[in-house]
């Protein structure tokens, strides 16, 4: 069984910055890729950032420049530095793996970007 845990979210002021932390509990191979998604009020959920195995690593349009993605020294810590956020970043966070047949999700946390 995986289980995924996110923190770090919270309010955050436009042009500030947030880290998201996801811990990854079980039996994932170590070059499975990780990833973040997020859903706005009302919005479906989207694609934000995903490391892959070899820290290679990817972004959606809207967060390049400005979100970071990276892997932690313990196993299956994968951390999303925000920065400048804007209040379009408002939403929930999520980060997520597929490990053989199965998908597995956090609990999310929600992000808030307002003054």
């Known amino acids: 069984q995986v289980q995924l845990v996110e923190s770090g979210g919270g309010l955050a002021q436009p042009g500030g910055s947030l880290r998201l932390t996801c811990v990854v509990r079980g039996d994932i191979a170590s070059n499975t890729p990780i990833n973040w998604y997020r859903q706005p009020p009302e919005k479906g959920r989207e694609l934000v950032a995903r490391?892959?195995?070899?820290?290679?690593?990817f972004y959606v349009d809207a967060v390049k420049g400005r979100f970071t993605v990276s892997r932690g020294s313990a196993n299956h810590v994968v951390y999303l530095q925000m920065n400048a956020l804007k209040p379009e970043d408002s939403a929930v966070y999520y980060c997520q793996v597929n490990e053989g047949s199965g998908s597995y999700w956090g609990q999310g946390i929600q992000v808030t970007v307002s003054s």
């Open positions: 490391i892959f195995g070899g820290d290679k690593v």
